[in-house]
């Protein structure tokens, strides 16, 4: 495999998307996309630590927006959304499926826009290279829990700590 892809900086074609998922071209954060990554995870830190309500960050979501999370409890919000959106009822998509859909994720936070942690772009990629791939249900609930879906499964392991 000589073919590389950088998650973030390159457009993704579905062509470069299925040579991904099939193992012919390696996807890879290169260092300009890791700097954006890194400095929107560094201002989701700074609201964080600033105390200051930021919708879903540090308060609750849906009708809970006026709820505060505590710092200490941020974390706790974030796994508990990854729970949320890990349901679903029906039979599994394929595996092929499941795998472009992490794929087109990896591309989507790496632009460094969403504030992910660099550290869950590295698991998902290592998911991808390894082709550990989750069984993920058909349907989901409605809005962002579908595009979470397919992530959550990748973290479950950890709920279990």
Request: neutral net charge; charged residues 20%; proline residues 4%.
């Amino acid at each position: 495999m000589n073919n590389i892809f950088n998650y973030g900086t390159d457009h993704l074609t579905i062509g470069i998307c299925l040579d991904i998922a099939s193992g012919k071209t390696k996807g890879i954060i290169n260092a300009d996309a890791n700097r954006a990554i890194r400095a929107s995870w560094r201002e989701v830190e700074k609201i964080v630590h600033a105390h200051h309500p930021v919708y879903g960050i540090n308060t609750g979501f849906g009708p809970l927006c006026d709820t505060r999370i505590s710092e200490e409890d941020t974390s706790l919000l974030q796994s508990n959304i990854l729970k949320s959106h890990s349901v679903g009822v029906g039979n599994p998509i394929s595996q092929e499926i499941a795998k472009l859909m992490l794929i087109t994720k990896v591309q989507a936070l790496a632009q460094g826009y969403s504030g992910v942690a660099p550290e869950t772009l590295e698991r998902i990629i290592w998911h991808i290279d390894n082709d550990i791939i989750p069984i993920v249900p058909e349907r989901f609930g409605w809005g962002f829990r579908r595009s979470g879906a397919i992530v959550a499964p990748v973290f479950a392991a950890d709920w279990f700590r």
